[in-house]
């Protein structure tokens, strides 16, 4: 198959697959605990081992359906990883425009607040929901804040007019009480679209991980007197992770068991008894 082709059956092979990642208990989802490309191309790669000591694993278990499958989930995962990146990298518009929106809201809720408090002071019945509307805790509640106080102007002009407030200005701010909501809105489908698509990848490595554990127990039981043979079923990446690991550790044991000379007594220096 060219390139296009291994594309489309990859995309069908995910929506063939899509209900059955969604049927994964969320308690058994498992987050990447490598890079996902790393884990696609160990996958391939596993695969091709398989296929070659296939006789072999499928004698204990091991089915040729599973081993084939490596494959398919494989490209499952990559269509689900690339349609997490591709929305991760479109996400961020509407979120910042809500990030920078939310500077100026919180600054208009706050020369609001002052200039009722001071227009309605000689006026307890009003003060008392000037009071009210300061309550909230959260976005969308600042949001409700610049509306009820636009409504709270309109019902009672004349007191922050005597203040010399632009009353025709609450129109205004009404408007733009109405846009702080759609970009508010806005961010948060897309943080719930992003949600959507990263959960959906992550049950995508989960699927592919279940099959990638299978084959790699069944290929360290069936050569465990072989440990070249089982090396060749382990994941390359993690190999390298221990490695280098290891080798700090041991970095870190030696420079500790270094002690400075001038720590360490000189003859005279030691008291005898």
């Not at 049927?23 to 790393?38: C, G, L, M």
């Not at 909501?181 to 699927?207: M, P, V």
Request: net charge negative; glycine share 2%; hydrophobic share 35%.
């Amino acid at each position: 198959m060219n390139e296009g082709e291994v594309i489309n059956t990859q995309l069908e092979d995910f929506n063939k697959t899509l209900s059955e990642l969604l049927a994964i208990a969320n308690d058994k989802v498992k987050r990447p605990s490598v890079p996902t490309e790393i884990a696609i191309q160990e996958a391939e790669d596993l695969y091709a081992i398989a296929k070659r000591y296939e006789d072999e694993l499928t004698e204990v278990g091991l089915t040729t359906e599973m081993i084939d499958s490596l494959m398919t989930r494989a490209g499952v995962l990559r269509v689900a990883q690339s349609r997490w990146r591709m929305n991760y990298n479109s996400f961020q518009d509407p979120v910042k425009d809500w990030k920078d929106a939310r500077a100026e809201a919180q600054e208009l809720q706050e020369r609001l607040k002052n200039t009722f408090r001071y227009a309605y002071r000689n006026e307890e019945r009003l003060m008392t929901r000037v009071r009210e509307i300061g309550l909230g805790q959260n976005d969308q509640d600042m949001i409700q804040d610049i509306n009820d106080f636009v409504t709270l102007g309109l019902d009672y002009p004349t007191y922050l007019e005597a203040v010399k407030f632009d009353v025709s200005e609450l129109d205004k701010i009404a408007n733009k009480s109405r846009e702080f909501a759609r970009l508010l809105a806005d961010s948060k489908a897309e943080r719930k679209l992003q949600h959507d698509h990263k959960d959906i990848r992550d049950r995508a490595f989960t699927f592919l991980k279940d099959v990638v554990d299978e084959t790699r127990a069944c290929a360290k039981y069936v050569f465990a007197e072989h440990p070249a043979v089982v090396k060749r079923f382990l994941s390359s990446y993690r190999s390298r992770k221990r490695r280098s690991k290891e080798e700090e550790n041991n970095t870190e044991t030696k420079e500790t068991a270094k002690v400075p000379s001038e720590n360490i007594p000189k003859d005279n220096e030691v008291k005898k008894d």
